[in-house]
């Protein structure tokens, strides 16, 4: 078993150590990994191990009073401290390391070696006081105690018996920042790797600044894996690592969003140690929070014994969301391009942090326009259409045994933004017609394999009009709005190519609903004509604005914008 360790962030290397093995980049720029082997956790449920070891006597610190806590730690008092080299196969160092501060819920221990070198008194009384009482982000009045044990839970006190935590700062020999380790919860001598006997998360001293908000953004990270374990020892790593970052937005100073944003198919569930794992387990985190419950959502999921995707379904249906994570997902890829929570009403956007631009795998200025490609188990691909055909048809065909979400979200500083889903068959096969992009500066593709464990390919296509490349196509349905504007009265036209079912419903351009005008499962083949007079459902009139008229039928769907001026 190894750390839980936060990735450096000073330019140099990232290195990420998880609950079941460390892996270190001594150099983004080099790439080269330096893993260390992965570490048996201890066997079998936790709750039982701890059950024999009691029943043998041995669930006890082990009282020697060189090497283990006091009954109550003081300012000043020294005990010798296994400190962990990380390099290669963790080996435990015993050091003297001496309490240098005392605050309501943490005590700061320190390296003799490093007091008055890489940390002194302010040093530790800024820790203690970010711990305590106050963040830099959205609650300036809680420290990270109080943020914590409100959204994940207490910590585990399994063998100390004290009501504060430790905070040990050592000079690492690894680059990273910190790293939670869990045989520290295990009577040493019962494990193969010795313990401190005490709740304790490390951090480093040699980041230049261990007081710094970058670090106790860091223990904040570490304190969320601490709680988690005591919560749900066996999380997937990717769970628990996009809560660790959530913690430190929590305090107010998250990662810096980078790497995720330039290849987005990444995938989310299969966890890699990279940069870029980080960050979008951090965003995904940050968006299921503010977009399903806040503090309620992330504290049943915490407490939640399933894991993984499983975790997530079981927490939002308890919370009462009807909706499905690859759903979830899907929005989410949605928003992490288009980032702006005034659209239908925050489904596609964060209040909590700003994105860079994400990066488009490729980009089509000409039509028609066709491509194919691959994409990981819960990762997307963008592909960006600019100055597309004023009604562009967008063809998907998807492998047969995956699962996909396509959406298309149209753009254009003139005009409200636009996200429509492509609707797809059993196959992940299907099309639509997207007249209501008409005019706009880009259409943009988000493409979403939501499979658990399996990479996709996929093919793509966008035709102008109703010719395919090389093929020509059997007629397609179509609606229009005449006339367009309207006041106070218009009448969508609809065809069809062929009897069958049909649906003609009026949503507002960020997807509301608003009124449901035909809904029949057999009408013929030919010109329908539907009046709409600008009122929802309920027979109240709406506002002036965009809506979108969206034609569901056997042979395909069509959406058309229609403007409403009173």
């Known amino acids: ?113 490093e007091w008055n070198v890489s940390m002194d008194q302010a040093d530790v009384d800024r820790i203690i006081h970010a711990f305590d009482a106050a963040s830099v982000g959205s609650f300036p009045t809680q420290g990270i105690w109080d943020l914590e044990t409100a959204h994940f839970g207490d910590p585990p006190n399994p063998l100390d018996g004290l009501d504060r935590v430790f905070l040990f700062y050592y000079r690492f020999d690894i680059s990273a920042d910190g790293f939670f380790w869990i045989y520290d919860q295990f009577p040493d001598g019962t494990q193969d790797f010795a313990s401190n006997e005490c709740d304790v998360v490390y951090l480093a001293t040699d980041s230049g600044q261990p007081a710094s908000d970058y670090m106790i953004g860091v223990m904040a990270h570490e304190f969320q894996h601490m709680i988690h374990f005591a919560r749900d020892a066996d999380e997937t790593t990717w769970v628990d690592e996009g809560l660790g970052e959530f913690a430190m937005w929590l305090y107010g100073r998250p990662d810096t969003i980078s790497g995720f944003n330039t290849n987005p198919d990444d995938s989310l569930v299969l966890w890699g140690s990279q940069w870029a794992d980080y960050i979008q387990t951090y965003l995904w985190s940050l968006y299921c929070y503010e977009r399903y419950g806040g503090q309620p959502l992330i504290w049943n999921l915490i407490h939640n014994p399933s894991n993984g995707m499983i975790g997530y379904q079981q927490t939002l249906d308890g919370l009462g969301h009807l909706v499905s994570t690859q759903d979830v997902y899907d929005d989410w890829s949605v928003a992490n391009f288009l980032d702006d929570p005034t659209v239908a009403g925050g489904q596609y956007g964060y209040q909590g942090d700003d994105l860079p631009p994400f990066t488009a795998w490729r980009t089509h200025t000409t039509f028609p326009a066709s491509g194919s490609s691959g994409v990981q188990a819960h990762a997307t691909d963008y ?23 396509v959406s298309l979200i149209a753009r254009d500083p003139l005009q409200p933004k636009l996200v429509v889903e492509v609707p797809l068959d059993a196959a992940g096969d299907g099309s639509l017609s997207f007249g209501a992009a008409a005019g706009y500066q880009e259409v943009v593709i988000s493409i979403a394999n939501v499979h658990l464990t399996s990479s996709g390919i996929y093919t793509y296509s966008v035709e102008v009009g109703s010719t395919a490349i090389g093929e020509v196509v059997s007629p397609a349905p179509a609606v229009r709005a005449y006339p367009n504007p309207f006041n106070p009265r218009t009448e969508l036209i609809f065809t069809l190519p062929a009897a069958g079912p049909a649906r003609l419903r009026l949503y507002t351009a960020d997807g509301s609903l608003v009124r449901t005008l035909v809904d029949d499962a057999d009408l013929p083949a030919g010109e329908h004509r539907s009046a709409w007079t600008g009122r929802d459902e309920a027979g109240r009139g709406l506002p002036s604005g965009t809506y979108l008229a969206r034609l569901e039928t056997a042979a395909g769907v069509v959406i058309e914008k229609v403007m409403l001026v009173r």
């Open 383 to 405: 592909v960006r259409l600019v100055a597309p055909p004023d009604t562009p048809t967008v063809t998907f065909n998807g492998a047969d045994t995956r699962q996909w979400r």
């Open 1 to 113: 078993m190894t750390p839980n360790a936060r990735p450096a962030h000073r330019g140099r290397s990232l290195a990420a150590i998880v609950v079941a093995c460390l892996a270190c980049l001594p150099s983004l720029a080099a790439g080269i990994e330096c893993p260390v082997p992965d570490l048996p956790r201890p066997a079998g449920d936790l709750a039982a191990f701890r059950a024999g070891l009691e029943a043998r006597g041995l669930w006890h610190a082990s009282g020697d009073p060189a090497r283990t806590p006091p009954p109550d730690p003081q300012v000043g008092d020294s005990w010798l401290w296994y400190v962990w080299d990380l390099g290669g196969f963790p080996v435990a160092n015993l050091k003297p390391a001496t309490v240098r501060g005392r605050g309501d819920h943490c005590y700061v221990v320190v390296d003799d070696d």
